[in-house]
């Protein structure tokens, strides 16, 4: 079967793509499925949540709008809780991990791209509950003018026991496309 992922973008922004839009995870709008009124989450709550998305997760993951391809994605909780660890591809070649932690009253995460940069992200307070959001923050062997990298992330960890995402790809220094992901708890 042939990945979008691979069709028509170099393998390194391709991977990319799909890391990050399963990262970071990272970084995600959450819509509750109940009509209630809750307020946003701040980083500490967003963190639990995250913490709530351990174990094995399957459903599909590709450009926005378009089908998307098969993807698993799991989470680990690690370090004595101080950690939730993503992993897109896990055991495959280009397999990502993005780790997110609390830095004092912030929530960061770092995303290891099998493209061989390290994007960094920061919580940004989202305006819906349970709005999952982190923007891009830095990164390290990365050169912004040339890398392909997901610049940000939105995870909706809705109460349907469904996570979707939507991630910013970059590419030669400006907006290049969005991925979407769909997961469902295995």
């Given at each position: 079967?042939?990945?979008?992922f691979?069709?028509?973008?170099s393998?390194?922004?391709?991977?990319l793509?799909v890391?990050?839009?399963?990262v970071?995870?990272?970084?995600?709008?959450?819509t509750?499925?109940?009509?209630?009124?809750a307020?946003?989450?701040?980083?500490?709550?967003?963190?639990?949540?995250?913490?709530?998305l351990?174990?094995?997760?399957?459903g599909?993951?590709?450009e926005?709008?378009?089908?998307?391809?098969?993807?698993?994605?799991e989470?680990?909780v690690?370090?004595?809780g101080?950690?939730v660890?993503?992993?897109?591809?896990?055991?495959?070649?280009?397999e990502?991990?993005?780790v997110?932690?609390?830095?004092?009253d912030?929530?960061?995460?770092?995303?290891?791209?099998?493209?061989?940069?390290?994007p960094?992200?920061?919580?940004?307070?989202?305006?819906?509950?349970?709005?999952?959001?982190?923007d891009f923050?830095?990164?390290?062997s990365?050169d912004l003018?040339?890398?392909?990298f997901?610049?940000?992330?939105?995870?909706?960890?809705?109460?349907?026991?469904?996570?979707?995402?939507?991630?910013t790809?970059?590419?030669?220094g400006?907006a290049?496309g969005?991925v979407?992901?769909?997961?469902?708890?295995k």
């Amino acid at each position: 079967m042939k990945s979008t992922f691979r069709s028509h973008r170099s393998p390194r922004s391709r991977l990319l793509a799909v890391a990050s839009a399963a990262v970071a995870g990272g970084l995600v709008l959450l819509t509750g499925a109940t009509g209630a009124r809750a307020e946003a989450l701040d980083a500490a709550k967003a963190f639990e949540r995250l913490k709530g998305l351990q174990g094995r997760w399957e459903g599909t993951g590709g450009e926005a709008g378009k089908p998307g391809d098969p993807l698993v994605v799991e989470y680990a909780v690690t370090a004595g809780g101080h950690a939730v660890m993503e992993k897109v591809f896990a055991g495959q070649p280009h397999e990502m991990v993005t780790v997110f932690t609390l830095d004092g009253d912030d929530l960061i995460a770092t995303h290891y791209c099998s493209g061989g940069n390290q994007p960094h992200y920061k919580f940004k307070p989202g305006t819906k509950p349970n709005e999952v959001a982190m923007d891009f923050d830095g990164g390290t062997s990365l050169d912004l003018s040339k890398d392909a990298f997901i610049h940000d992330v939105r995870y909706d960890l809705g109460t349907d026991g469904k996570v979707r995402a939507e991630l910013t790809n970059y590419a030669m220094g400006k907006a290049a496309g969005k991925v979407e992901f769909q997961l469902e708890r295995k």
